[in-house]
């Protein structure tokens, strides 16, 4: 099993680029997030989905959009990349019931100039 | 509102000492916990968690964690500390009714030779 999939694993944008991360995840979990870290400050909730079609807002949701058009994918997007947003994102997924822990991607660095 | 605090943003022990690693939280409703485990340039993985079944939960590599309601802890724990242990550790929190974790700021374990 793959479990949470992440690409790209690394991108240099510029300020004002846009591009998108892609999260998949093969385990048919109803819930996904996107998280970004920085140092000394954990992780932060950018957005997530509690299913298929839907996106909720998080903590930290400024300059980001989500989508979710099928249950294992959850897509992240940056429209106007600014340097505030150099990070290491990941993405995770958990089980339907709510105890249930998260299975975390890898992470994809992303660094605007 | 619901938060999680770390004690030590780094912590260092001698190989074969005793680990403890300091997570308080506050919830006003009963919070389930969880530590993770992130090994460099990789996603956080699960290390044990709490659920509102037994207090000491024991996890993976020798670790365990003790929910104390009293004290609104839940401090990680291991006997003796192995080299393989140096990582960055982070407690979590959700409740039922939510679908948000909430992440401390994490610990940086460094094992000394």
């Known amino acids: 099993n793959a479990g949470v999939t992440q690409t790209p694993k690394f991108r240099v944008l510029k300020t004002g680029q846009s591009m998108t991360l892609l999260c998949a995840q093969d385990m048919n979990h109803e819930y996904m997030y996107w998280y970004r870290q920085d140092p000394g400050m954990g992780l932060r909730l950018i957005h997530y989905s509690v299913g298929e079609g839907t996106t909720a807002k998080g903590e930290v949701p400024d300059g980001y959009n989500v989508s979710r058009l099928k249950k294992q994918n959850f897509l992240l997007g940056l429209e106007s990349a600014a340097p505030s947003q150099t990070s290491v994102y990941f993405c995770?997924?958990?089980?339907?019931?709510?105890?249930?822990?998260?299975?975390f991607g890898e992470g994809s660095r992303l660094t605007v100039l | 509102a619901q938060s999680v605090t770390q004690l030590g943003s780094h912590v260092s022990v001698s190989e074969g000492a005793l680990v403890l690693l300091r997570c308080n939280y506050s919830?006003?409703?009963?919070?389930?916990l969880f530590w993770y485990v992130q090994y460099p340039n990789q996603g956080l993985q699960l290390l044990l968690k709490?659920?509102?079944?037994?207090?000491l939960v024991k996890g993976i590599n020798g670790f365990e964690a003790e929910f104390k309601k009293s004290e609104t802890s839940f401090h990680l724990t291991k006997p003796s500390a192995h080299m393989s242990d140096a990582a960055e550790y982070f407690c979590?929190?959700?409740?039922?009714?939510?679908?948000?974790?909430?992440f401390g700021t994490g610990t940086r374990l460094k094992v000394l030779a």
């Open positions: 979590a929190a959700t409740t039922s009714g939510t679908y948000k974790y909430i």
């Open positions: 709490y659920t509102s079944a037994a207090t």
């Open positions: 919830s006003s409703v009963p919070p389930y």
């Open positions: 995770a997924s958990s089980y339907l019931e709510r105890t249930g822990e998260l299975f």
